[in-house]
């Protein structure tokens, strides 16, 4: 359910997090009988999980040997169905402020949400690409150029220069291969930080022709109109130019990470994330909980089964919050059930 009403909106708990963490919030905070808003700047749910990687395979999720991001985020959307979420996407939260017992959160659109307890499943936070400094970028991005790939299939046919060393322009190497007209990886350098095994799979395809490994060489220009390149231009450190006839750039250098305001909410922060209790995921303010990836502890693992199991933390600490007085019988999902099964 979607709520786009300026006027607040009330729930037991509001997760500042659509991704799969945050997700995976709403399932165990409904069987605790806690409904939940969900509030994220992204247009859909998802979050990085399928902003960065919708098509790459997730190998380390109970259950499934494999999975692609983007059915996990439907599965986790399913699963948090029979609990009614009132998702508030494409809208940041600016500000946290007490009120009695409760939080009001404020919003970039102007309007508020109100609840008892707030679990922050932000990810690293707000995040956005790091760009090359190229000339007249901007007319490019979103057309040929691009920083994430959503769809495999757009590339199919097309010539696709590649830039990066890491691991996501290695892999979008060896996924487009097969699709691509031809594919070119562009690296300053002929060592590359992905994966060893993943580089091993490139350079095998280059020795076979399939792709074309080009270093060492940076981005230099692009060519083309109306926001479609016909060619990437590129230089080495001595000045040697070198064309590169192509369809589609794809830019991967990293990106840039930005707490955004949740800095200025006065948590307690280490290196960017939220230090919270282990068994809780509480942090140093009352009613405010933190899960997933932006939050920190001794031995932490950043896995999202981690964050899973964070998320059925929170929630059993937060039900005596939104419950006062009531005790909380437990029981386990196969007998209890969900609301329409």
């Not at 070198?242 to 922060?269: S, V, Y």
């Not at 964070?310 to 969900?338: D, M, N, Q, R, W």
Request: glycine fraction near 10%.
């Amino acid at each position: 359910m979607a709520d786009s009403s300026p006027t607040p909106t009330r729930t037991d708990v509001a997760i500042i997090g659509a991704g799969p963490v945050g997700l995976f919030a709403v399932f165990e905070c409904g069987m605790l009988k806690m409904n939940c808003q969900v509030i994220d700047a992204l247009d859909a749910p998802g979050g990085q999980c399928v902003a960065l990687y919708p098509e790459k395979p997730i190998y380390d999720i109970p259950g499934y040997p494999r999975i692609g991001a983007t059915e996990l985020i439907d599965r986790l959307t399913e699963q948090a169905a029979p609990f009614k979420p009132v998702y508030r996407l494409g809208r940041q939260v600016e500000s946290l402020t007490r009120h009695g017992e409760d939080w009001i959160l404020g919003l970039s659109d102007g309007s508020q949400a109100q609840a008892r307890a707030v679990i922050i499943a932000a990810g690293v936070g707000a995040f956005g690409p790091n760009r090359p400094p190229l000339e007249n970028l901007e007319a490019y991005e979103g057309k040929s150029v691009h920083y994430l790939v959503k769809r495999r299939e757009d590339f199919r046919g097309k010539r696709v220069v590649i830039a990066g060393g890491g691991d996501s322009a290695v892999d979008w190497a060896l996924s487009l291969a097969d699709i691509a007209a031809r594919v070119m990886v562009v690296h300053r350098r002929d060592k590359f930080r992905a994966a060893p095994e993943s580089a091993r799979q490139m350079k095998a395809l280059a020795d076979a022709g399939k792709v074309d490994i080009v270093v060492p060489y940076q981005l230099d220009s692009l060519d083309g109109q109306d926001g479609q390149i016909s060619a990437v231009l590129l230089k080495t450190l001595d000045g040697q130019v070198k064309r590169l006839e192509a369809d589609a750039l794809l830019a991967f250098f990293g990106l840039a990470m930005n707490l955004g305001p949740i800095a200025t909410w006065g948590l307690n922060l280490e290196r960017n994330h939220i230090k919270v209790e282990q068994a809780t995921s509480a942090s140093s303010s009352p009613g405010i909980f933190a899960i997933g990836d932006i939050a920190t502890y001794p031995g932490k693992l950043k896995l999202i089964l981690t964050g899973f199991a964070e998320a059925a933390a929170a929630a059993h600490a937060i039900y005596p919050l939104a419950h006062p007085g009531e005790a909380l019988h437990f029981e386990y999902s196969t007998t209890k059930g969900v609301p329409g099964r």
